[in-house]
């Protein structure tokens, strides 16, 4: 069994999956009911479409520039153009990574370990994502996968909660109560976000490209819809709106025989997932400050990266701040995830005339 | 050269938790809420934890104090032990008649709010003080919070879903089609007994129901599914007998006949099968006629006195069944909160359509 | 990853160079046999242990090692030699049973495998008179098999090697010899079915046996550690074996095998973390039992490598997470006990380890008695000294049981290890330290390579068909379209 340098399609869904699904899970049945009101649970599908189509974007700009990567079809450009853009998209990238994790550490601290500062978290966090990083994405992918099946049974644990489920819970409303949604909506756009990444490594996948990304996808979606469906079965609606972090609640209403109140241990499970989100994000970033910047070492490059992202992840204090910071960043993020392959076609197709231009003549 | 810097790294950050061993610790297992006279401490709680004496026992301590809310009060409990309290083990939290009556929302609040303390922790009334039922010191019976809470869990086994936890009170509490409800306990001849179901409306205490009268009750309630029915019938002339079935509750629902009408008109289907255990009549209880005769005079049993406990209920205007929320999947949104739920919910004509199937007579001809 | 190759490579040359230098000097030399004779003695001087028998008239001298040869065969070439006339000798000595040897490294590597080196004024002459004494085939000590064969390999090379070409009985099966070390050469067999295993692994194993210089290389296990990817691993890469059996299956797997002279052990390789969790008890039970007991060892390995760890957490800072039912005891038992617990349970396991070091290096008749030593001093007085808890014992118990059952002795240590790790973490941050642990050991070991195959084969990267042989111990009839 020889090593491929590709990803399989398999490997391509499980990292889509793994990249986008973060922190927002945990009060996403929340969001949710604040945005979309009662039976909420269906936008999500609405908008996980969204998504879909927007891969489908990514996934032509591979199509018609005939498997280029991004870097490729990019290169055309002199370099002082994609400077200042690829800078920016860098840095909201960096700064999604970083902030992701520095919420999942905070509320880490107010559920489960008030007394452990947060360096010692993020320390954590960053030994292992210097770990991930300093190898490439094949090797990447690898453990992602691993990664993927010490994390999947925490859904199965849903199980637990249907015999406190009804649907008479559920309400025959749909889309009713004080709801909000395009903010709304956008802030739950921003739970799903992560696969246009994707854009990067495209041309890195074997075979079936869009089916496989589009997989990925549908297992967040799915996982997604599942928690966020039984939180409303599971929840009265008022509550649920009042649930600070609803599935941690979920979580810690399973019991064992053995063992109960598991929830501090599975969502330090979760955190492994948030780890790959910042993990990916800061592998986006590093491949475009690589493409920018072609001479420094590669080693010297990801140690610079993590340093600046510790120093980073100390500037807000308190969770109100991350999350303030995290809705600016997300916004810039959701319009990179669509401009960016919208621009990257109009420069293919471009080309494309280009060529055909000079090769008429 | 990595792995060093790794392990490097993981050295440095020997930054621990801070460490709750579990020996060091006043795991609180039950606390209790009263109000006082006092109007300064308002307050009155009352905190039980597991300790190990000397001798290596395992024993418990009790300790009340007064407050203005409960996490102040909390604070002073902590002065009155050597031990780091912590509520991480709290099973049983239990509240005075007369501060369930005034509202349990600012109480419960506090206690969902911490993260410690899990949302399975059970509740439950006191009849008279919460702190009596704590403070009561039961022969060879250990903690009272274990008491309890098997207490609890055997009433929820036994047909008797009271099995209210924290999470469950407050889902049917913020639900606007259903009201909670809560069992009540009482101290008697030196042992903590079960003694009826309180009725909420929204967090306030209205009722207590007697244990005879909660039967029905929880024959109406869809989650229970099984249980024990013992009542006297008339079966012939000044004849009385008692019956015991053992019954399976096969169907269950509440059906809103119309959604325009007004005053509106509701009714709970139920569907039992049971096998007689006792009967004391005369009659052979195998003989098919003689079954079907009494499964009319149970129906009708049940239909009578169900009838009687709706009634009551829509008089204290409480909705412990749900039925308002079968009645809100018949409207739109708009109707709906328009609607003023109490009012409808009295003038409301509910009916019990029961059907008693009995299946075998024991194994005794 | 590509570094390391690089270097690999670069060694390669090096040596293929160095032999080069050396053949072509010991052409010029070549002239006659004297010339070799010469070097010979000078090479092996001060060896008294070196037997001569000289036949003056026919100008040839016989060197050998009295002990490892046949003293029978010896003497009836004697007789035989004793007869003939000095014109006989050449015609005599160009019988294919004697091969010439041109070279001083091979009459050395002759003379000392065990065979009579004769030399002529011309040549030099090979009589492989070579005795197989040595241990006699036993059952395997490390790795018992309840169904299955008992024999196990032996020291000696060519008895292992027959035991193998008795299991594979085809001309497929090909071996290469090769040479490792600098003075004192070791020989290693590679051995594989051709058309089975995969021609890149085999120059890539060759490539890096070849690279090794170092002496001293006593056992396979030594040599493995000189030949892996991954040297500051805590896992085992190569997957070594006693047994003939599994070297077979293996084989037919696809797997190139490596035996070397003079250790019971051979290497298997490309290997996966999960061919250590195989045992050949597992083929021989019936599919489902099989598949069992399979997940009963993987469920062995999380039991071994957190069950300790999860104690510390929950008794250090997760107190919430014990049931109510639970608690009594657990308040009770650690009551007594004045050091935390993380401190507790380093001693138990640190004294455990000690236990099981000590039994492995007592003679057996002694070693029972550290078992019963042992099982007191922990078993009972730590416990009423105040020391230790009750749950922990029970607790450290299962756990080192648990580590038993891991079929491989080498990835049983291994994990063994890592558990302290588990247990330190967890003292640290709880459940948090163990999620930590659990997430550096998963990075590294989906990053581990053996001859560049994923150590997580079927798992990481993904390879569902494969799931039924390794995973999980798959019915036999299918197992026939594997090819």
Known sequence: MQMKEKLSPFQASILIYLIQSGVTLFFLPRLVAEAFGTNGWIGLIIISIIVNMNLFLIWLVFKISKGKSMLEIISIFPKWITLPIFLFIAGVWLLLGVFVMVKFCMILRVLFFGNVSLIYLLSMAYILTYMLLKMDLYQIAKSTVVLFYFTIWTVFLLAFHLPEFSFIRLTPFIFKGETDMLKGGVNIFTALLGYELSILFIHMIERKQLKSLIAGNTITSIIYLGVTFVSYGFFSFEQLIREMYPVVTLLGYISFPVLERVENFTFSVFGLKVLMTTVMYLWGTKELLQYQFKKIKSTILLIGILIISFFVSFIPKVIKDVEQWLTYITYACTAIAFLLPIFLLITVLFTKKLNRMSANE | MNKVFVSIIVFFLTGCAEQRIIDDLALINAVGYDVTDNEKNPLKLTVTFPIITKDGKYDRKTILVEGKSSKEAREKVRMKTNLKLESGQMRVSLFGQEIANKGMLPLLNS??????????????????????????????????????????????????????????????????????ILPVFRVEKNNIAYNGIGLFQEDKLVEILKPSEARYLFLFREEMKQGNFVEQIDVGEEEKASIMLNYELKEHHIKIQSSSTNPKKASIYIKLIGDVIEYTGKEEISDPKIQKKIEKLITKKIQQEGKELIVKLQKLQVDPLGINRYVRNKMNYKEWKALDKYQSYQDMNINIEANIIINSSGKWK | MRKDRNRFLKDFKLQKDQIRNITSDMRESKLAGESILEQFISDFKNSSDLSVTEFPHLTVKIYYFSYLINKDHYEQFLSMLRKITPDEVQPFLSHSEFKALSDMSDVEEAILSGSVILFTEKQA????????????????????????????????????????????????????????????????????????????????????????????????????????????????????????????YKMFDGKIVGLMDNSPFAFCTPVSFFDFMESMDDFGQRWIVGTFIKITRYIAILVTLLFTALYVAVTTY????????????????????????????????????????????LPTKVGQTIGIVGGIVIGQAAVQAGITSNILIIVVAASAI??????SYLLSASIRIVRFGFIILSGFWGNLGIIFGMGILIIHLSSLTNLNSPYLLPISPMYPKFFKYSLIRGPFKKKAERG
């Open chain 3, 402 to 407: 648990a580590s038993f059952v891991v079929p």
């Open chain 3, 318 to 361: 997760h107190y919430e997470m014990i049931p109510q039912a639970l608690l009594p005891t657990l308040l009770e038992s650690r009551s007594k006990v004045p050091f935390p617990p993380v401190i507790e349970a380093l001693f138990l396991e640190f004294l455990l380890e000690l236990l099981r070091e000590a039994g492995a290096r």
């Open chain 3, 125 to 248: 002459y090979e009589l492989p008179f070579q005795e197989g004494k040595g241990r006699s085939i036993a059952p395997s000590e490390t790795e018992t098999v309840i169904l299955g064969a008992h024999d196990a390999f032996v020291e000696s090379v060519d008895v292992n090697l027959s035991l193998i070409r008795k299991r594979v009985m085809s001309s497929k099966l090909k071996t290469i010899k090769l040479h490792v070390g600098n003075k004192a050469k070791r020989t290693v067999y590679l051995l594989y079915i051709e058309g089975v295993a995969s021609e890149n692994d085999l120059e890539e194993i060759k490539k890096r046996i070849l690279s090794v210089h170092n002496d001293g290389i006593v056992d396979t296990n030594m040599l493995v550690q000189y030949i892996d990817e991954y040297p500051n691993s805590p896992f085992p890469q190569f997957y070594t074996t006693e047994r003939p059996d599994v070297v077979a």
């Open chain 2, 111 to 180: 206690l969902v709010r911490d993260p410690s303390i899990g949302t399975r922790a059970k509740l439950a009334l006191a009849e008279d003080e919460a702190s009596d039922i704590l403070m009561l010191q039961i022969k060879n019976e250990g903690q009272n919070a274990t008491y309890l809470e098997q207490f609890l869990t055997k009433l929820n086994r036994e047909s008797l879903r009271t099995n209210y936890n924290i999470y469950q009170f407050l889902r049917d509490y913020y639900d606007d089609g259903i009201d909670p």
